[in-house]
């Protein structure tokens, strides 16, 4: 609920607290520098004390971290820090959750079951970025804040009966061998040239789907014309593309189970590549019309994600799975930190290049998410090699870092 908060109320902050377009996305990236550094911390934690009880401690804190932004955020400089921090707390909820999930799922349906955990993750987007409109237009963008951060330690609160329906944590190994074992591991998840293909497959992916999160609702907001009556209308159809991009998880995840992870990581990274090249061109269409075409683009950028948190769960041995989730997570948090910025940068040029009202400005934009990405497909293709290379190895072979 607290990920797109800060999405919902972007275009009500910037203008007060006036500041550009690139301070705007600076704080979204702050949250992404936290989030990346939790995702890398959590997987070691997770390995060494159990995904249980990181999941359920970092829940609570992350929910204290979300209140104290909502709360106390009033310029550009504090709710850097504050969502920042946010973020830095979030993480617990995530890698944690991908390893119980691979631990109480078969592999044959794997895949939908991360589709279903990045699906309700889709689902708090939505429902976080239609809170914010409601409270922004009616009471205020600061109540919205309060409101998504409230439902933040509900969330934590479920942790407990949700944690009781699994399987229970094995006995941590002793602290000198897993401190050994986790360096170990590091290194050999570093020389996984299979998990690594996956990796950095997974960078560019993140860096147009955060983008993407990042600056739909202010986008289509500018479309309507940013006067006061559309602003909760725009924020309103962003949180109804990530509705839709709901399905996109789910239906992804599971295709991956019947077609295979590297077919299904390629179609919807080329799809939505298109859709990055082309959104910002469609400025100047209906409402109704650039709405759906959001949900379009939401859809296919999502459709992949829960595909490589499961193309990871499928090559690396479960020893180090948190090593390998928190490898992955530095590397597409890294980019997706860098890409919400960027974007900004590149609106502020092409607005003061162009003007306010061009379409250029924001067609150069949203041709900046498309250019990060695109070298995805060349790693995709080259997990998939790799992946099939593994699989007719001798069964006996039960790491796959020499590949």
């Keep these: 609920m607290i990920v797109t908060a800060y999405s919902g109320v972007l275009p009500f902050v910037m203008a007060d607290w006036h500041m550009t377009a690139a301070e705007a996305g600076s704080i979204q990236s702050a949250w992404h520098v936290g989030y990346m550094s939790s995702l890398f911390a959590v997987g070691l934690l997770a390995d060494r004390y159990g995904p249980h009880r990181v999941f359920f401690a970092g829940s609570a804190v992350s929910a204290v971290a979300a209140l104290a932004f909502a709360a106390f955020a009033h310029d550009h400089l504090s709710a850097m820090l504050l969502y920042g921090l946010a973020g830095l707390c979030a993480g617990a909820s995530y890698t944690p959750g991908l390893q119980l999930l691979a631990r109480n799922t078969e592999p044959a349906v794997r895949g939908k079951a991360m589709g279903l955990f990045l699906g309700a993750s889709s689902m708090g987007y939505a429902l976080s970025l239609a809170v914010a409109a409601g409270f922004s237009h009616a009471q205020g963008w600061r109540l919205g804040l309060l409101a998504a951060a409230g439902c933040t330690a509900a969330g934590a609160l479920l942790t407990i009966p949700a944690l009781r329906r699994m399987r229970p944590p094995t006995p941590p ?42 600056w739909l609702p202010a ?54 590549l298109c859709m990055s090249f082309a959104f910002g061109w469609m400025w100047t269409w209906p409402l109704w019309l650039l709405a759906a075409m959001a949900a379009l683009y939401n859809l296919l950028a999502i459709a992949d994600s829960s595909v490589y948190s499961t193309a990871l769960a499928d090559v690396v041995a479960p020893h180090r799975l948190g090593v390998a989730y928190s490898v992955r997570s530095v590397m597409g948090f890294g980019a997706g930190a860098l890409s919400p910025w960027v974007f900004g940068l590149v609106l502020d040029w092409g607005q003061t290049r162009f003007g306010l009202g061009s379409t250029c400005g924001w067609a150069a934009a949203w041709s900046s998410v498309g250019l990060g990405a695109l070298l995805g497909p060349l790693m995709i293709a080259r997990f998939g090699r790799l992946e099939r290379a593994r699989r007719a190895q001798p069964a006996s072979s039960s790491d796959h870092s020499g590949l």
């Design 173 to 214: 190994a002793p602290a000198g061998t897993v401190r050994e074992g986790t360096w170990h591991a590091l290194k050999e998840t570093v020389r996984d040239k299979p998990a690594m293909a996956g990796n950095w497959a997974y960078a560019f992916h993140c860096w147009e789907l955060m983008a993407l999160w990042a």
């Design 219 to 272: 986008y289509l907001v500018a479309s309507a014309g940013g006067a006061s009556p559309w602003q909760g209308a725009g924020i309103a159809l962003a949180a109804f593309a990530h509705l839709v991009s709901v399905l996109g998880s789910i239906a992804g995840g599971a295709a991956s189970d019947r077609f295979g992870r590297a077919r299904i990581m390629m179609a919807a990274t080329l799809a939505s």
